[in-house]
């Protein structure tokens, strides 16, 4: 099976932002446990306003992220166009809410006021993510429109099109006769 631009490209890709999806909901569950709990004058925590919402936003865009890379992950195995509709939905999602979340943190930097190290981490995990994500929907989404990026709506592979019409029974190509 030929291998395609898209598809080795979107690999790492995926597994880059996969790994920063779970690093970023470690550092952002962290966070706001600390903040439930009313320790935000831990050295590595901190905050401002917007805090709590970046937390919740980011916590949101990593699951989301995280389950769209698996969908991600099948139809890179696969590499079919019924995977290519899951994979491309689950992404324009994340990428969405990921957004959402870089929105949230470039406001958090905009406010200022003590950031902990970790909380930093979150932010410059969501910004990246928000353009990595970006690039990864691009490439899923590429193979709609040409065949050399991904599996394309003019693939064969199905016989969609290709094939003749339905003249005997399933295997055979013997017409079907009726006795009489």
Request: charged share 15%; aromatic share 10%.
């Amino acid at each position: 099976m030929a291998q395609t631009v898209g598809r080795n490209m979107a690999a790492p890709l995926l597994f880059l932002n996969l790994v920063m999806y779970f690093i970023t909901l470690g550092f952002a569950s962290w966070c706001l446990n600390r903040l439930i709990n009313r320790q935000t004058n831990h050295p590595s925590f901190g905050g401002n306003g917007a805090t709590e919402f970046l937390l919740e936003f980011a916590i949101l865009a990593s699951v989301l992220g995280i389950v769209s890379k698996f969908a991600g992950g099948n139809h890179l195995r696969a590499w079919r166009n019924d995977s290519l509709a899951a994979a491309g939905s689950s992404s324009l999602v994340a990428w969405a809410v990921t957004v959402l979340a870089c929105g949230v943190a470039c406001k958090e930097i905009n406010l200022g006021g003590h950031r902990g190290w970790r909380l930093r981490i979150v932010e410059a995990f969501i910004i990246i993510l928000a353009v990595t994500e970006l690039l990864y929907v691009l490439l899923v989404h590429a193979g709609l429109y040409s065949s050399r990026y991904g599996p394309g709506y003019r693939d064969t592979d199905y016989g969609m099109g290709t094939h003749a019409p339905d003249t005997g029974y399933k295997g055979t190509s013997e017409p079907v006769t009726t006795g009489g």
